[in-house]
């Protein structure tokens, strides 16, 4: 049962950090204005069907950072815009030709897969955010709801919630281990007046 406890324990600071880790990306991303990253990957929902039938409207998917150099014609990447009415906006579209390295930067070529669907102004390095991994599947919902202020706030008090349980978890463990303190201190002096008085009456005895 002990041991159980402690699994329990180890595992609920372990998902505290993670999700103190995570909180603490969105508001630098709602600050910043940037799309969050962690260990170089980020993770972007769908919100155009410029990519249907392949990605649909509310997909959430998984974009890994990438070398220009590594893109090849037919890879799915993220880049931000920076022109007309792509800018600021962040667009996941496919490669239509390799990346080509003019005047030492590498300029792109990307279009959406959809029917009638138009080449995007050329682009350069610095605006790629990654390449595309996978779609992240069933949590389009919670993604939805955290990104609302109700849904932020809710993530908030679950942290709050789980910081004051290992909190007083910690404050408890604190307890019984000076409880045991006392204890062992009890033990000793009892010993201790024990082997006194057991001295006392040797003394006693040969005299």
Same mark, same amino acid.
């Given at each position: ?81 920076? =022109? ?104 000793? =002096? ?18």
């Amino acid at each position: 049962m002990k041991v159980f406890k402690k699994i329990l324990s180890i595992l609920g600071t372990i998902l505290l950090v993670i999700l103190l880790a995570v909180v603490i990306v969105m508001f630098n991303a709602r600050l910043s204005g940037e799309a969050p990253s962690v260990f170089g990957y980020q993770v972007f929902r769908v919100s155009s069907g410029s990519m249907e039938p392949e990605l649909m409207i509310g997909d959430v998917i998984l974009i890994k950072e990438a070398e220009p150099q590594d893109i090849q014609k037919g890879d799915i990447v993220t880049y931000k815009g920076e =022109e007309g009415d792509l800018n600021d906006k962040f667009i996941t579209h496919k490669m239509i030709e390799d990346p080509q390295l003019v005047d030492g930067r590498y300029v792109f070529h990307t279009q959406g897969i959809y029917e009638g669907a138009v080449p995007d102004p050329d682009w350069y390095e610095d605006q790629l955010l990654g390449e595309f991994v996978c779609k992240i599947p069933f949590i389009d919902s919670v993604y939805s709801f955290f990104l609302k202020p109700y849904g932020l706030i809710t993530f908030v008090l679950i942290i709050i919630v789980l910081f004051g349980y290992e909190l007083i978890a910690l404050i408890l463990s604190y307890h019984t281990l000076d409880e045991i303190d006392d204890e062992e201190d009890d033990d000793t =002096e009892k010993q201790e007046e024990s082997e006194q008085t057991s001295d006392e009456n040797k003394d006693s005895t040969d005299n």
